[in-house]
């Protein structure tokens, strides 16, 4: 009976496709618009008294706080009907791609992407190498990359979170241990399978955040997921990440994604590990001292 129901609940058409991503946030307000509603409703009838701002405010906060833990109870509810891990599994991916962007609305953040058209196009391949600042830095880029089906090489750690660690662990990411080389390695060689697979990999090549726009240095070793399969590189560099919640919620940060045009492995394939790993670096320090220049 219950192996029945899991097969009826993974053959579920469920509405994450195209679109998705505004279809969630769109049903999140509106929920969250008639909850304040009801709890105005509430107080003016029950208690004859005036309605002040501050207790809309408390409503509209109380609301929202509400609808997204019944987001993610619906995340942990229908994740444990999911066992198979499948990283070729495209709605999967849509659902926490829309759940990611939600999650950054309510942290009234403002992601600008530049570089669109150097993202390779759907169905090909690539390794995705970044700067690394926080834990939420995979929550804003994987929802950009949503044509993908990218998986990341993460610390072990994050495969333990609440409701999410499920989700990491069936999309088909690769736990990482930095302190144990052999485990390391195998992190690599499990990442170009899936990439010779056809599933774009990730990983940040510092191996822990900086809580910061300053880099820390790179493990060239990181560059083997790429070099060993001889795989194209999407270079990324983001800005300002650190700073999702100063200010928050009432002020709202804009944090910034910019896509290098694509490596090609003609490009590096003279380079070992070490020049390839200085080189890409290079790159990203060059984006960020533009940053730097231009934003406030």
């Known amino acids: 009976m219950s192996v029945s129901i899991t097969m009826r609940m993974q053959h579920l058409h469920l509405p994450f496709t195209r679109g998705s991503d505004a279809l969630a946030s769109l049903l999140y307000v509106l929920l969250t618009l008639l909850g304040t509603l009801f709890s105005v409703v509430y107080f003016s009838l029950y208690t004859f008294e005036v309605i002040n701002l501050l207790y809309i405010l408390l409503s509209i906060l109380a609301s929202m ?7 993610l109870l619906f995340l942990a509810i229908y994740g444990r009907f999911i066992r198979k891990v499948d990283p070729h599994n495209m709605r999967n991916h849509r659902i926490i791609n829309s759940i990611l962007r939600l999650a950054f609305h309510l942290m009234n953040v403002k992601l600008v992407v530049t570089g669109r058209e150097h993202i390779p196009e759907k169905g090909k391949a690539f390794i995705f190498v970044c700067n690394h600042q926080e834990n939420y830095d995979i929550m804003a880029i994987k929802p950009v990359l949503k044509d993908h089906p990218l998986n990341f090489i993460a610390k072990a750690a994050s495969f333990d979170w609440f409701v999410l660690g499920h989700w990491i662990k ?25 990439y010779k697979e056809g599933i774009p990999m990730a990983i940040f090549p510092e191996g822990k955040r900086t809580f910061s726009n300053q880099m820390t240095d790179f493990k060239p070793g990181a560059f083997k997921l790429a070099v060993k399969p001889k795989a194209d590189i999407l270079v990324g560099t983001i800005y300002n990440f650190s700073k999702v919640f100063q200010g928050w919620p009432f002020k709202r940060q804009k944090i910034y994604l910019h896509f290098h045009p694509l490596l ?7 380079m070992n590990t070490i020049t390839l790993s200085n080189h890409v670096k290079g790159m990203m320090q060059k984006q960020l001292d533009a940053y730097q220049a231009t934003i406030n």
């Open 170 to 194: 069936v999309l088909g990411n690769v736990p990482i241990v930095r302190e144990a080389d052999r485990s390391a390695a195998e992190s690599i060689v499990k990442g170009i399978r899936l």
């Open 264 to 270: 090609t492995y003609d490009d590096y394939k003279e």
């Open 65 to 71: 706080a509400f609808f997204f833990i019944m987001f």
